[in-house]
């Protein structure tokens, strides 16, 4: 599902959703894991091949054994982590301190996103750890690596119910604000609530129940300018469903050239 941007409506919808989804992923490593220091994650100076070059050779490694076992769950986590590290190394430091997602990143989180897909279907307990780094990796996925607005929904679900994993397991005000911070963005505004009220029961101070309610409201708003922007542009996308194929561009990039495939 491509969309026509020739258009000044479709120019601001693609700034809009562009916009919200950068909010989406600056603040979900926040409320995921704390404040953090990226220039310490990247070594002070940015992502660099180098930095990912142990994590491509530990993932090389792993792929040869997983040729005799498959299907072996403990083989296809540390797989993912390999490749999620990989991709997280590759990155670069953005103006304002942000992950900046390379070509190598986004290979790397692809990849990672295949892997995880089949040590899911390998493991009746999802690794809590694991889940914790892959939810991230798919709110990143979705902003840089995203050609179509059904890929986006993808991504942000399968993020949702990465962090799903690490909330049940790992109930704290962090985790559950954030899987209610991702399941705005899927529309299912009712399990979001949930998530939200036990993040707040969970809050040991009524100043700290007050933080999530204004972070979350914001969340929630940008959640629904985000669906109603998408529903927008599925509709515009059925009226040019005649357009030629060259008018068709990249949703989610500012110029209509993206990073997605």
């Known amino acids: 599902m491509l969309f026509d941007l020739r258009g000044g409506h479709r120019g601001k919808v693609v700034k809009v959703v562009y ?3 950068a909010v989406l992923m600056g603040a979900s490593l926040f409320l995921t894991v704390g404040p953090v220091n990226i220039g310490e994650i990247f070594g002070g100076g940015g992502g ?4 990912a070059e142990p994590y491509e050779e530990q993932q090389e490694r792993i792929e040869v054994k997983l040729k005799k076992e498959p299907d072996n769950p403990d083989l296809l986590l540390s797989l993912t982590r390999a490749q999620i590290n990989a991709g997280t190394a590759s990155a670069t430091e953005g103006p304002n301190g942000e992950a900046i997602l390379t070509s190598d990143s986004i290979q790397a989180y692809q990849e990672a996103d295949q892997s995880w897909s089949e040590y ?7 690794n809590p750890g694991l889940a914790q780094q892959v939810a991230p990796m798919m709110i990143q996925l979705a902003e840089f690596a995203s050609s179509s607005y059904t890929q986006v929904e993808q991504r942000i679900a399968a993020a949702t119910e990465a962090q799903k994993i690490v909330a049940e397991a790992r109930p704290t005000v962090n985790s559950l604000s954030t ?3 991702y399941t705005y963005f899927t529309g299912d505004t009712k399990a979001a609530e949930k998530a939200r009220a036990e993040a707040k029961q969970i809050a ?6 007050e933080q999530i ?3 979350l409201d914001e969340y929630k708003k940008n959640a629904a300018t985000f669906l109603e922007t998408k529903e927008k542009a599925e509709r515009e996308e059925k009226k040019a469903a005649g357009s030629a194929p060259e008018s068709l561009q990249n949703p989610l990039s500012p110029g209509g050239g993206g990073l997605g495939g």
Not at 48 to 51: G, I, K, M
Not at 120 to 126: F, G, I
């Open 179 to 181: 899987l209610a911070f």
């Open 204 to 209: 040991k101070t009524k100043g700290e129940r």
């Open 213 to 215: 309610d204004k972070a």
């Open 48 to 51: 660099s091949v180098n930095a």
């Open 19 to 21: 916009a919200v989804l």
């Open 120 to 126: 899911l279907k390998a493991t009746e307990e999802p």
